[in-house]
């Protein structure tokens, strides 16, 4: 299996920190900019503990008393606009919040490829043989078009989680009887996701804390290992 043929569905950057009381007297100014900074931007969640926005269908920004992220949907996307709007956040809390050290801080990538039923996007993983329980019964259970592969790994410093799965996603939709000549619609589609969450695990002084950078890097980081797995670290491709 070629890396090439995924592309990157999602990416995540998220922060987390102690209780930032100054959320409540400065999270309004943090939003003012932002939205100087991304026109549009709609509100989905205004609670004094929660916030959160959207803009243009595709990226989600949030930010409680502990911990802020951003989502980009980003379906093979240009990740440049990504990393821009996640660094803007983040520096502007950690500024506006007086956000002094960061607990964690996390970046999140799904990579996809298109199947086209869930059962060959199964076959896939068995494909890869990761795994010497790939064609055994455990519990009672034999191994079907359901399975999925984790692991995790863990330093002082770092951590990551690593999924791959067959995703199915589904539409439906009916009409109104006012409606009664259109058909409802029901639509899937399915694919194999390599879902990679990498992460710190020792407190990261906010003044030393640069996000793109961080998220360049750990983000050639994740492609490196995967593109080292899908080829059995060998560098052939299955």
Do not use: C
Request: no cysteine; net charge negative.
């Amino acid at each position: 299996m070629n890396f090439n043929e995924f592309s990157i569905y999602k990416m995540t950057q998220e922060i987390r920190h102690d209780r930032a009381y100054l959320h409540w007297d400065s999270i309004g100014r943090v939003w003012h900019e932002m939205a100087r900074e991304l026109p549009g931007i709609e509100l989905l969640r205004g609670e004094p503990a929660v916030t959160s926005f959207r803009w243009k269908n595709q990226y989600e920004l949030a930010a409680t008393l502990e911990r802020a992220h951003v989502i980009g949907h980003l379906a093979g996307s240009d990740t440049r606009e990504f990393f821009d709007i996640s660094e803007k956040f983040v520096e502007l809390l950690v500024s506006r919040l007086e956000i002094e050290v960061l607990t964690r801080i996390g970046f999140r990538v799904q990579y996809l490829k298109r199947y086209e039923s869930r059962e060959m996007a199964a076959n896939a993983i068995d494909a890869l043989r990761l795994t010497a329980l790939s064609d055994i019964t455990l519990f009672g259970i034999k191994s079907n078009e359901t399975k999925e592969f984790v692991i995790r790994r863990e330093d002082e410093t770092l951590g990551v989680l690593l999924r791959i799965q067959p995703q199915t996603e589904t539409i439906d939709a009916d009409f109104p009887p006012s409606f009664h000549e259109l058909r409802p619609i029901h639509s899937e589609r399915h694919g194999l996701l390599i879902d990679v969450d990498y992460y710190t695990l020792t407190p990261v002084s906010s003044d030393l804390y640069r996000p793109r950078p961080w998220m360049e890097l750990a983000g050639k980081t994740i492609k490196e290992s995967i593109e080292e797995l899908l080829g059995g670290g060998n560098g052939s491709k299955r």
